[in-house]
């Protein structure tokens, strides 16, 4: 992926047909195997996510990098060495700026806005050392350096509202593209074969950037506190997708139930689920199968288009006994599935 240099090439789409062979060969004989798909500093953290949201309408963010830029020149410098920062440094500014943006930040909230450019502006530092491009831990380049930081707190001053109002609302179906993907992967996470790793603060939301701003202590309070109530999440409010209470209560509900089930995650069989129909590229599922037991996983992917005007979703069938399973996560149509010797399908019926 190479948007972060400001290419906007779209990639060919991962197909979920890639991903059920090596699920399956991780599986065979690796029963014990750690699934670290939501570690922070794997895949979790929404920075991690945002070029498999990107890429699903790549234009659409280079219109608003675009834009951001140009809102920002005044505050690039010309060295001796040339421009600060430099067209690469920007973008990946931008695209890092995006990844730690908190899904409920209030624009006219100075405190928030101040306690995000300090983390943002010790990632970026170390983020140019590492880079080793103009500078590194031992030969600092202190001009560059200091011009990029002080173009980071430009970016987030308060009085910069034209460029943090722009910036938001061309993140914001990303954003909740994004918040998609993130329950997504902690569903096939806990559902796949192996032994899901979490780590401490990932249950919900987290906008965390490298160490050592991962390393925060969560705020656990606030975790029992999200947890108290409906057991259930809800998918229609999207306030609770906002805060991350609609992932930590999926996450609960989970590790419920795999605590239930020991024998059917540990030992039981993984079988794919193939799509057909015209949204067949925007799930993707399998089954697990123990004995008598069962457990069925779809999700959706690929959503960027179909949730370009909110978050509003139907209630989960989580915890619910069905003869037949039926889904509408786009108010266009239902999904069923059947299986024959073993072999499943998904249909997908559009409208």
Not at 73 to 101: C, E, H, S
Not at 147 to 154: A, C, E, I, P, S
Not at 234 to 241: I, T
Request: hydrophobic letters at 40%; a neutral charge.
């Amino acid at each position: 992926m190479k948007l972060a240099s400001g290419q906007t090439r779209k990639p060919a789409f991962f197909y979920a047909d890639n991903f059920y062979p090596l699920t399956r060969d991780s599986y065979r004989g690796r029963e014990a195997t750690i699934l670290n798909l939501n570690d922070k500093k794997a895949i979790t953290n929404l920075h991690k996510l945002q070029p498999y949201r990107f890429t699903e309408a790549p234009e659409m963010w280079a219109i608003c990098i675009g834009q951001c830029r140009q809102m920002n020149q005044t505050k690039v410098i010309f060295l001796n060495d040339g421009t600060a920062p430099r067209g690469v440094d920007t973008w990946m500014l931008y695209q890092a700026l995006a990844g730690v943006w908190p899904a409920t930040l209030a624009l006219d909230d100075e405190t928030a806005l101040h306690a995000l450019e300090a983390r943002f502006v010790e990632f970026v530092q170390k983020a140019l050392r590492e880079a080793k491009l103009h500078m590194d831990w031992v030969d600092n380049n202190e001009a560059y350096e200091n011009v990029v930081l002080d173009y980071v707190r430009h970016l987030l001053s308060p009085e910069n509202e034209a460029f943090l109002q722009i910036f938001s609302d061309g993140l914001e179906p990303f954003m909740r593209a994004g918040l998609v993907n993130s329950l997504t992967l902690a569903v096939i996470k806990f559902a796949a074969p192996g032994v899901p790793d979490i780590y401490q603060g990932s249950e919900t939301l987290s906008f965390s950037l490298v160490d050592p701003d991962n390393l925060r202590e969560p705020d656990f309070a606030l975790l029992e506190h999200m947890l108290a109530g409906d057991a259930l999440p809800n998918f229609n409010a999207e306030e609770d997708w906002l805060d991350g209470k609609v992932k930590l209560q999926t996450t609960a509900c989970m590790l419920g139930l795999r605590q239930g089930k020991p024998d059917l995650f540990r030992k039981g069989d993984y079988l794919p689920l193939s799509a057909i129909g015209k949204r067949a590229n925007n799930v993707i599922g399998f089954a697990r199968l123990n004995d008598s037991d069962a457990f069925i996983m779809i999700a959706p992917r690929l959503v960027f288009e179909a949730l370009h005007g909110g978050l509003t979703l139907p209630p989960t069938a989580c915890g619910r006994r069905r003869k037949s399973l039926y889904l509408n996560p786009w108010r266009t149509g239902g999904i069923g599935i059947f299986c024959a010797k073993r072999r499943c399908f998904l249909w997908i019926v559009s409208t």
